[in-house]
């Protein structure tokens, strides 16, 4: 299996590609990295060095992939943070230029926009551009709950509210959505919620829930969503394993009181999670 991952990366840490592209590999995904910023941290720490790259510089990157013949070897797209809607054009171009020579290629869009506690911390025009212009085009979509309620202008406090914002998001265009950081009036204090919805069928997996704020989660899961989904064409097999694979790394990240996630060191957790969920049908 062979993945296109365009996003951001940084030198220190594990975020975008940083966060990504080692458990894709670690499940035996040949990987094809395209870095969209290249920073020294991530933004959390508020400071860091380095430059939000071009939009013809990553068109130029996928361009030379493709002039060596790769592109129609190529099984999946994944994108995460873009830092301008100029760039989110250059990620459509080198979607479509996938899908021209491989049609059944998947694209997989992780449409970081913004979470809870900070809200929308990406450039103007790149929310509208996700809406109108990333999703339709995608086939999986991996919204956090915050991203879900900016993306549909709707609320998911309950679970039925949740379903329904799900519904509105596949309505535009992905076959799958899943929603990481979910928690509803549904979900115990102690427990965080991943939802997918697959046609018309909407899937939990249920976690405990970790003391720790960390960042680079969202974006293992999107990249082991998919590559699960790629293999399975199931949903909830997809979540089932990504949520194994990633609750086992944050334990072990929350367990050593690491202010990075703990990609590497927690490596087994991707082929061989310490933890199973099952995913529930609701």
């Given at each position: ?76 797209v994944l994108s995460g943070y873009m830092g301008s809607a100029e760039i989110g054009e250059a990620i459509l171009e080198a979607v479509a230029a996938v899908r021209a020579e491989n049609r059944d290629a998947l694209y997989c869009c992780d449409p970081v926009l913004g ?168």
């Open positions: 299996m062979n993945v296109l991952s365009i996003q951001s990366h940084v030198a220190y840490g594990h975020v975008g590609n940083a966060s990504a592209v080692f458990p894709m590999q670690r499940l035996g995904v040949e990987v094809w990295p395209v870095h969209t910023v290249q920073f020294s941290n991530h933004t959390g720490y508020g400071a860091w060095r380095g430059e939000v790259f071009a939009a013809q510089t990553i068109r130029d990157v996928v361009r030379g992939v493709g002039e060596r013949g790769a592109l129609a070897r190529c099984d999946a979470d809870t506690e900070e809200g929308v911390y990406v450039r103007p025009g790149i929310t509208e551009f996700m809406r109108e212009r990333a999703v339709p085009a995608a086939d999986i979509v991996t919204p956090n709950q915050f991203e879900l309620n900016l993306l549909t202008g709707l609320p998911s406090r309950t679970l039925g509210e949740a379903r329904a914002a799900v519904a509105a998001l596949q309505a535009r265009g992905p076959r799958v959505v899943v929603v990481t950081s979910a928690a509803t009036d549904d979900t115990p204090a102690d427990r965080i919620d991943l939802l997918a919805g697959e046609g018309s069928r909407l899937f939990r997996v249920r976690t405990p829930r970790l003391d720790l704020a960390i960042n680079g989660a969202g974006d293992c899961i999107a990249a082991l969503f998919l590559v699960h989904y790629a293999r399975e064409r199931s949903a909830a097999l997809a979540l089932a394993k990504a949520a194994a694979s990633v609750y086992g790394l944050l334990r072990r990240t929350a367990e050593a009181g690491s202010r990075e996630i703990l990609t590497v060191e927690a490596q087994d957790e991707f082929v061989a999670p310490t933890a199973t969920f099952a995913a529930e049908a609701v």
